[in-house]
Every structure is written in C-alpha cells, then in structure tokens.
C-alpha cells in the first residue's frame, strides 16, 4: 500500500501528526505550499477570512505524483470552522487523481462536520478514515492512542491493496 500524507500546517500541529501518522504507515509526506505571509495577528486574520469565504488561492505544484499511490490522507488545521485555504484549493486542484483519501484535522474546538461534509463534497468519496485532534488532545497524551486507532484503521480498510 503506498500512502502520501498532503497536509498544510500553519503553527506546526499538523504537521507534527503528519510525520507522526508518516511514520506509522511508512508513508512519504508532502506540505502545501503558499505564497501568502500568515504570520502574526494579520495573517491569523486574512487566514480565517479566506478560510470562511472559501477561497481557492494559488499553491505550487506538488513534487509528488498522486496517481502513483494507492491513498492521500490529507491533514488540515480547522480555520473558522472551515478547512485552511491552501488545502481547499489542493483538493479542488487534484480532487480527480486522488484515489482514495483519508482526512485528519487539528482544531481548537470539536467541531469539524461541515469540512468533512465539503471533502465529500469536493471530492466525491467517503473517506476511508477521519480524525479530528484538538490542541487539547495533543496537550495530553490522549492523541496517541487516537492515532493508532486512525493507523489501524486505515490498514484495515486497504489491507488487499
Ligand atoms: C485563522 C485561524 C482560525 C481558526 N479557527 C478555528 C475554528 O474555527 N475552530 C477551531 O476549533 N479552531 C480554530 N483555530 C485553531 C486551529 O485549528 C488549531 O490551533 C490547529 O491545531 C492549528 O494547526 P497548525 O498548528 O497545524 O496550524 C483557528 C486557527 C487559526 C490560525
């Protein structure tokens, strides 16, 4: 089973449940990138804007080809109660080459149903898992345990593959 792990990460949850989640399943890992400064109070503000109107901004080509693997899982932060903007516009960008995705998300709160609505929306397919952990949760040892349950799932899921 080859796994790609697309995620955007802007204060570094997200990416550290992408590595870890990288790890578990031996998957090659790959971050969105963005030409917009998010840094500081102004870019915590154009970010939930964008995030909140969905919108669909410039992002560079991937170096990975996606039709090599057998699963995306894809890892966003949750921005006014949205999915970030660079991952929207991945998704609306190679939603046709996407053979079977999984979803993770990193959120202050719990809640996270309208983005997998709007994946399932843009996509066209049932994830095969989701997992959303809040700041909470990776303050706490908790997390880990919800990995691996997110981990076997997804080995369950694909094990013909
Ligand atoms: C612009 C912005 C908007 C956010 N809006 C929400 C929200 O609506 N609901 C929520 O639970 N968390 C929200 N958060 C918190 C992030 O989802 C959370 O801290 C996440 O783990 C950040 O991931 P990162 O470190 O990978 O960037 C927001 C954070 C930012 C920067």
Known sequence: MKV???????????????????KRLGAVTEEVVDHRNRKGLWGFFVSGREAYAK??????????????????IVGTPVWAGNMSSPIRSFLKEYKDKIPRIAFFTTSGGPDTKNIYLEIKQITAQKPVAVINLTNQDIKKQSYLKMVDNFVTSIKENLKDK
Do not use: C
């Open 55 to 72: 919108k669909i901004i410039p992002i560079e080509k991937l170096k990975n080809d996606i039709s090599l693997y057998d699963l995306v």
């Open 4 to 22: 790609l792990i697309i995620y955007y990460s802007r204060s570094g949850h997200t990416k550290s449940i992408a590595d870890m989640i990288g």
